[in-house]
Protein backbone atom coordinates (compact mmCIF):
# COMPACT_ATOMS: atom_id res chain seq x y z
CA UNK A 1 0.00 0.00 0.00
CA UNK A 2 1.28 3.42 -1.07
CA UNK A 3 1.79 5.89 1.96
CA UNK A 4 3.03 9.45 1.40
CA UNK A 5 4.83 11.51 4.06
CA UNK A 6 5.31 15.48 4.11
CA UNK A 7 8.08 16.84 6.23
CA UNK A 8 7.87 19.36 7.55
CA UNK A 9 4.13 19.79 8.72
CA UNK A 10 4.37 23.43 8.96
CA UNK A 11 7.12 25.73 8.07
CA UNK A 12 7.64 29.72 8.84
CA UNK A 13 10.10 31.73 6.65
CA UNK A 14 10.87 35.05 6.38
CA UNK A 15 9.95 36.74 3.26
CA UNK A 16 13.04 36.76 0.17
CA UNK A 17 14.12 32.98 2.02
CA UNK A 18 14.47 30.60 -0.41
CA UNK A 19 12.98 26.93 0.99
CA UNK A 20 12.79 23.16 0.47
CA UNK A 21 9.68 20.87 1.31
CA UNK A 22 9.69 17.53 1.26
CA UNK A 23 7.83 14.47 -0.03
CA UNK A 24 8.71 10.79 0.59
CA UNK A 25 6.57 7.93 -1.00
CA UNK A 26 6.95 3.94 -0.21
CA UNK A 27 6.38 2.41 -3.30
CA UNK A 28 8.79 3.29 -6.04
CA UNK A 29 6.55 1.92 -8.70
CA UNK A 30 4.66 5.15 -9.44
CA UNK A 31 3.45 6.63 -13.32
CA UNK A 32 3.69 10.60 -11.83
CA UNK A 33 4.16 12.90 -8.87
CA UNK A 34 2.24 15.92 -8.34
CA UNK A 35 2.89 18.80 -6.09
CA UNK A 36 -0.57 21.17 -5.19
CA UNK A 37 -1.00 24.64 -3.61
CA UNK A 38 -4.31 24.30 -1.15
CA UNK A 39 -5.40 28.06 -0.27
CA UNK A 40 -8.13 27.68 3.27
CA UNK A 41 -11.15 26.83 1.99
CA UNK A 42 -10.49 26.48 -1.51
CA UNK A 43 -9.45 23.48 -4.32
CA UNK A 44 -6.59 22.65 -5.13
CA UNK A 45 -4.14 24.40 -7.58
CA UNK A 46 -1.85 22.21 -9.22
CA UNK A 47 1.81 23.23 -9.39
CA UNK A 48 4.51 20.78 -11.05
CA UNK A 49 3.49 17.43 -12.27
CA UNK A 50 6.76 14.90 -12.51
CA UNK A 51 6.35 11.72 -14.97
CA UNK A 52 8.37 9.03 -13.23
CA UNK A 53 11.10 8.94 -16.39
CA UNK A 54 11.58 12.56 -15.27
CA UNK A 55 13.62 14.13 -12.75
CA UNK A 56 12.65 17.60 -12.14
CA UNK A 57 10.36 20.02 -13.62
CA UNK A 58 10.68 23.86 -13.08
CA UNK A 59 7.75 27.01 -13.32
CA UNK A 60 8.74 29.92 -12.66
CA UNK A 61 10.34 30.24 -8.99
CA UNK A 62 9.17 26.69 -8.16
CA UNK A 63 11.86 23.64 -8.74
CA UNK A 64 10.36 19.83 -8.40
CA UNK A 65 12.70 17.38 -8.15
CA UNK A 66 12.31 13.45 -8.09
CA UNK A 67 14.24 10.70 -6.98
CA UNK A 68 12.17 7.42 -7.97
CA UNK A 69 14.86 4.79 -6.55
CA UNK A 70 14.81 6.42 -3.21
CA UNK A 71 11.37 7.42 -3.28
CA UNK A 72 11.72 10.99 -3.14
CA UNK A 73 10.47 14.87 -4.36
CA UNK A 74 11.59 18.16 -2.65
CA UNK A 75 9.98 21.26 -4.09
CA UNK A 76 11.98 24.48 -4.12
CA UNK A 77 10.66 27.71 -3.62
CA UNK A 78 12.84 30.98 -4.29
CA UNK A 79 12.75 34.08 -3.42
CA UNK A 80 9.64 33.51 -1.08
CA UNK A 81 6.60 36.09 -1.44
CA UNK A 82 3.80 36.58 1.48
CA UNK A 83 1.37 35.40 -1.34
CA UNK A 84 3.23 32.23 -1.27
CA UNK A 85 1.34 31.12 1.83
CA UNK A 86 -0.58 27.75 1.67
CA UNK A 87 -0.45 24.16 1.89
CA UNK A 88 1.83 22.29 -0.06
CA UNK A 89 0.42 18.12 -1.33
CA UNK A 90 2.67 16.29 -2.49
CA UNK A 91 0.15 13.56 -4.56
CA UNK A 92 1.30 10.24 -6.44
CA UNK A 93 0.11 8.06 -9.08
CA UNK A 94 0.60 4.56 -8.49
CA UNK A 95 1.67 2.28 -11.74
CA UNK A 96 0.76 -1.04 -9.71
CA UNK A 97 -2.42 -2.44 -8.94
CA UNK A 98 -4.80 -0.96 -6.62
CA UNK A 99 -6.48 2.50 -6.51
CA UNK A 100 -6.90 4.32 -9.13
CA UNK A 101 -6.83 7.80 -7.31
CA UNK A 102 -3.87 10.20 -6.26
CA UNK A 103 -2.38 9.09 -3.27
CA UNK A 104 -1.76 12.40 -0.65
CA UNK A 105 0.62 13.50 1.72
CA UNK A 106 -1.10 15.19 4.55
CA UNK A 107 0.45 18.75 3.37
CA UNK A 108 3.02 21.34 4.36
CA UNK A 109 1.82 24.17 6.09
CA UNK A 110 3.83 27.49 4.46
CA UNK A 111 3.56 30.98 6.25
CA UNK A 112 5.56 33.36 4.62
CA UNK A 113 5.87 36.31 7.05
CA UNK A 114 5.92 39.42 5.08
CA UNK B 1 -13.27 26.56 -20.38
CA UNK B 2 -14.72 26.44 -17.27
CA UNK B 3 -12.68 24.47 -14.48
CA UNK B 4 -13.96 21.36 -12.54
CA UNK B 5 -17.65 23.05 -11.02
CA UNK B 6 -18.69 21.54 -7.51
CA UNK B 7 -21.91 22.68 -5.94
CA UNK B 8 -22.96 23.01 -3.53
CA UNK B 9 -19.74 24.84 -1.81
CA UNK B 10 -20.92 24.60 1.33
CA UNK B 11 -24.05 21.82 2.65
CA UNK B 12 -25.43 21.18 6.43
CA UNK B 13 -27.40 18.31 7.22
CA UNK B 14 -28.57 17.12 10.51
CA UNK B 15 -27.56 13.40 11.76
CA UNK B 16 -29.92 10.88 9.46
CA UNK B 17 -30.65 13.27 6.49
CA UNK B 18 -29.28 12.43 2.95
CA UNK B 19 -26.43 14.09 1.51
CA UNK B 20 -25.91 14.75 -2.46
CA UNK B 21 -22.89 16.29 -4.13
CA UNK B 22 -22.80 17.20 -7.40
CA UNK B 23 -19.87 17.78 -9.62
CA UNK B 24 -19.26 18.75 -13.45
CA UNK B 25 -16.23 17.87 -14.83
CA UNK B 26 -14.15 20.09 -17.57
CA UNK B 27 -15.40 20.19 -20.63
CA UNK B 28 -14.18 16.89 -22.68
CA UNK B 29 -13.24 14.99 -19.45
CA UNK B 30 -14.87 11.98 -19.04
CA UNK B 31 -13.15 10.84 -16.33
CA UNK B 32 -14.18 11.64 -12.78
CA UNK B 33 -12.34 11.11 -8.92
CA UNK B 34 -14.15 11.84 -5.57
CA UNK B 35 -11.96 12.62 -2.51
CA UNK B 36 -12.29 13.23 0.85
CA UNK B 37 -10.72 14.90 3.26
CA UNK B 38 -11.52 14.99 6.91
CA UNK B 39 -9.94 17.69 9.58
CA UNK B 40 -6.23 17.44 9.84
CA UNK B 41 -6.04 15.16 7.13
CA UNK B 42 -4.94 14.36 3.67
CA UNK B 43 -6.93 13.61 1.00
CA UNK B 44 -7.73 9.71 0.27
CA UNK B 45 -9.19 8.64 -3.14
CA UNK B 46 -12.96 7.14 -2.94
CA UNK B 47 -13.77 6.18 -6.33
CA UNK B 48 -13.19 6.36 -9.73
CA UNK B 49 -16.06 6.79 -12.18
CA UNK B 50 -16.08 7.12 -16.23
CA UNK B 51 -19.62 7.65 -18.05
CA UNK B 52 -22.29 5.46 -16.79
CA UNK B 53 -19.30 3.08 -14.96
CA UNK B 54 -17.56 3.02 -11.43
CA UNK B 55 -13.96 1.71 -12.29
CA UNK B 56 -12.64 2.14 -9.16
CA UNK B 57 -14.50 1.73 -5.71
CA UNK B 58 -11.92 1.00 -3.68
CA UNK B 59 -11.81 3.74 -1.20
CA UNK B 60 -15.36 4.10 -1.04
CA UNK B 61 -17.12 2.97 2.58
CA UNK B 62 -18.82 0.02 2.38
CA UNK B 63 -21.70 1.59 3.62
CA UNK B 64 -24.22 4.65 3.28
CA UNK B 65 -21.85 5.82 0.42
CA UNK B 66 -22.52 5.88 -3.81
CA UNK B 67 -21.86 7.45 -6.61
CA UNK B 68 -22.76 8.02 -10.13
CA UNK B 69 -21.71 9.37 -13.20
CA UNK B 70 -24.50 9.33 -15.47
CA UNK B 71 -24.63 9.68 -19.03
CA UNK B 72 -25.88 13.14 -19.01
CA UNK B 73 -25.22 15.49 -16.22
CA UNK B 74 -23.10 15.91 -13.41
CA UNK B 75 -21.74 12.87 -11.04
CA UNK B 76 -23.06 12.45 -7.99
CA UNK B 77 -21.62 11.62 -4.44
CA UNK B 78 -24.73 10.37 -2.39
CA UNK B 79 -24.37 9.91 1.27
CA UNK B 80 -27.24 8.57 3.10
CA UNK B 81 -28.06 8.73 7.08
CA UNK B 82 -25.31 11.13 7.48
CA UNK B 83 -23.01 10.91 10.72
CA UNK B 84 -20.98 13.61 12.10
CA UNK B 85 -17.75 11.38 11.13
CA UNK B 86 -18.88 12.25 7.66
CA UNK B 87 -18.34 16.47 8.14
CA UNK B 88 -15.43 16.89 5.45
CA UNK B 89 -14.52 18.66 2.61
CA UNK B 90 -15.13 16.43 -1.03
CA UNK B 91 -13.34 17.18 -3.45
CA UNK B 92 -14.20 16.14 -7.39
CA UNK B 93 -11.27 15.82 -9.91
CA UNK B 94 -12.12 15.19 -13.59
CA UNK B 95 -9.32 14.13 -16.08
CA UNK B 96 -9.32 13.70 -20.09
CA UNK B 97 -9.66 10.46 -21.84
CA UNK B 98 -6.55 8.44 -21.63
CA UNK B 99 -3.72 8.16 -23.48
CA UNK B 100 -4.26 11.49 -25.13
CA UNK B 101 -4.89 14.48 -23.02
CA UNK B 102 -3.12 16.06 -20.05
CA UNK B 103 -0.78 12.96 -19.37
CA UNK B 104 -3.05 12.06 -16.77
CA UNK B 105 -2.78 15.34 -14.70
CA UNK B 106 -6.52 15.31 -12.56
CA UNK B 107 -8.12 18.77 -12.00
CA UNK B 108 -9.52 19.68 -9.14
CA UNK B 109 -12.94 21.62 -8.54
CA UNK B 110 -13.06 23.60 -5.11
CA UNK B 111 -14.60 21.15 -2.85
CA UNK B 112 -18.22 20.87 -1.24
CA UNK B 113 -17.93 21.19 2.96
CA UNK B 114 -20.04 19.13 4.82
CA UNK B 115 -21.08 19.51 8.17
CA UNK B 116 -23.14 17.19 9.82
CA UNK B 117 -25.25 18.48 13.34
Known amino acids: KQEVTQIPAALSVPEGENLVLNCSFT??????LQWFRQDPGKGLTSLLL?????REQTSGRLNASLDKSSGRSTLYIAASQPGDSATYLC?????????????FGKGTHLIIQP | NAGVMQNPRHLVRRRGQEARLRCSPM?????VYWYRQLPEEGLKFMVY????????ESGMPKERFSAEFPKEGPSILRIQQVVRGDSAAYFC???????????????FGAGTRLSVL
Open chain 2, 93 to 107: ASSPPRPIGAKNIQY
Open chain 1, 27 to 32: DSAIYN
Open chain 1, 50 to 54: IQSSQ
Open chain 1, 91 to 103: AVKSSGGGADGLT
Open chain 2, 27 to 31: KGHSH
Open chain 2, 49 to 56: LQKENIID
